[in-house]
């Protein structure tokens, strides 16, 4: 079956180093995969979306890779701050639609 | 502010009961989708419909039912309530209906039943 994984665990970093969050799926071939922040008590917000054919997509401080062969994708914030203190969430998507299938998310805590 | 506006925030209620969720898209998007947040099992797609026609369903329940307006709204109906149903209720919005596009989300519903 399709598995969506990210850290489970929190990723507490300093402030001004950079986080890298993880997404490793299985038994899937997206053709896009996107990254979501999302705030407790609030909707997740889009922040960047990825496509099969591009290996790195930045928007500020934010970096994005996808890997089809490791079918994992990394997301990267640099000189991080805490208000960057959220849970992450990706979505793999196919060809086929776009209702999102999330992984779990990786709650990261950024401390001054 | 994402634009697409959910009511009501809170909603308790007991077991056995209906309830309709209002969800109102972003301006000029067509599609709406709705999705359940519980603690333990994350973000679920549960349905989505694209200009008022049903275009993907997911995890819903026989019990739960969505409709979209003409104006674009859409309703998500919860009935016979269960305890496990307490969640939060999401609805999102995009223009189209490809996977390039991203999702805009409203901050929820909470659904609370005692």
């Known amino acids: 079956s399709q598995k969506i994984e990210q850290n489970s665990e929190a990723l507490n970093i300093q402030e001004g180093k950079t986080a890298t969050l993880t997404c490793n799926y299985t038994n899937y071939s997206p053709a896009y995969l996107q990254w979501y922040r999302q705030d407790p008590g609030r909707g997740p917000v889009f922040l960047l979306l990825i496509r099969e054919n591009e290996k790195e997509k930045r928007k500020e401080r934010l970096k994005v890779t996808f890997d089809t062969t490791l079918k994992q994708s990394l997301f990267h914030i640099t000189a991080s701050q805490p208000a960057d203190s959220a849970t992450y969430l990706c979505?793999?998507?196919?060809?086929?639609?776009?209702?999102?299938?999330f992984g779990g998310g990786t709650r990261l805590m950024v401390k001054p | 502010d994402s634009g697409v506006t959910q009511t009501p925030k809170h909603l308790i209620t007991a077991t056995g009961q209906r309830v309709t969720l209002r969800c109102s898209p972003r301006s000029g998007d067509l599609s709406v989708y709705w999705y359940q947040q519980s603690l333990d099992q994350g973000l679920q797609f549960l349905i989505q419909?694209?200009?008022?026609?049903?275009?993907a369903k997911g995890n819903i329940l026989e019990r739960f039912s969505a409709q979209q307006f003409p104006d674009l709204h859409s309703e998500l109906n919860l009935s016979s309530l269960e305890l496990g149903d307490s969640a939060l209720y999401f609805c999102?919005?995009?223009?189209?209906?490809?996977?390039?596009?991203?999702?805009?989300f409203g901050d929820g519903t909470r659904l609370s039943i005692l």
């Open positions: 979505a793999p998507l196919n060809n086929a639609g776009n209702m999102l299938t």
């Open positions: 419909y694209y200009n008022g026609e049903e275009r």
């Open positions: 999102a919005s995009s223009t189209g209906t490809g996977p390039n596009q991203p999702q805009h």
